[in-house]
């Protein structure tokens, strides 16, 4: 029984600059805008990263779960960390066992989606979907909410794959083992128990430093050119440290 990270998820006030400094710094392009998401009252977009996935969502309605998670959060920033499974039912039975509440879901022959209420998993809204059909489970293989043809958007001059994310807690030692305990992964003893390894990514949970509430803080991701990104991040005035830079309210760690 496997779990990937998938797809992080951002939230914005507003779509396109935002869309437009992923596009510019991380030299990546659109794949897929999901209509779906206009029943929820945004609007998206969706950039391959390697073979996962960054999504940027907006409101274009007023009284949004997106637009209240933006005034919750003071503004831009992470929203949604989604994980990809391989038994979707034996991952729901645990969420019912822990009493944790499902915020969302669906169950279709293609596609099973999971996202659970961040009150009851501390940190950050946490998905868990699983992939079905022909090369559901390749590691480069579809991925529903990217659309039917996204490899056609993949870019890997600049960037190759999102290594980590950081979650900023209250308490980040309760909310690690809380994770630790829906996912069904032992604590990474090295960390303080502050981190879990997934099959493809690290999720550390860290102290609040930058005065906002609860949320996803930042990402690492896998670099192929890192010159040209921080290059590009500091032409828009994006640079954030040595290799940080920051796009949306995120903090994304180059690596």
């Known amino acids: 029984m496997w779990l990937r990270l998938r797809q992080i998820c951002l939230v914005a006030e507003k779509l396109a600059p935002v869309e437009e400094a992923v596009c510019e710094i991380l030299g990546v392009k659109v794949c897929y805008r999901d209509s779906g998401v206009g029943k929820f009252g945004l609007e998206n977009a969706l950039f391959p990263i390697g073979n996962q996935f960054l ?5 274009v309605e007023e009284n949004t779960t997106g637009g209240r998670y933006l005034e919750r959060r003071g503004g831009d920033g992470g929203y949604i960390l989604v994980t990809q499974c391989d038994d979707h039912a034996v991952r729901r039975a645990r969420v019912e066992e822990l009493g944790v509440r499902v915020a969302y879901e669906g169950d ?11 009150k009851d998993t501390g940190g950050t809204f946490l ?8 090369g559901a489970y390749d590691v480069d293989g579809p ?3 990217a659309g039917p ?9 600049r960037v190759g794959g999102i290594a980590a994310a950081e979650i900023q807690c209250d ?13 069904q992964i032992p604590l990474d003893e090295d ?20 005065g906002r509430p609860e949320g996803m803080s930042g990402i690492d991701v896998v670099t192929t050119d890192k010159e040209a990104v921080l290059t590009s991040a500091e032409d828009a ?3 954030s440290g040595d290799s940080q830079i920051e796009i949306c309210g995120m903090r994304i760690n180059l690596v």
């Open 55 to 59: 999504e940027v969502v907006a409101p």
């Open 191 to 210: 960390s303080a128990g502050h981190a879990l390894t997934l099959d493809n990514a690290v999720l550390r949970f860290i102290d609040i430093t930058d």
């Open 108 to 118: 279709r022959p293609e596609y099973g989606l999971m996202q659970l209420h961040p």
């Open 171 to 183: 308490n980040p030692a309760s909310t690690a083992k809380r994770w630790s305990e829906i996912v």
């Open 127 to 134: 998905e868990i979907d699983e992939q079905r059909g022909p």
């Open 237 to 239: 005035g994006a640079v």
């Open 143 to 145: 991925w529903n909410p």
């Open 149 to 157: 043809d996204w490899k056609a958007g993949q870019v890997l001059d």
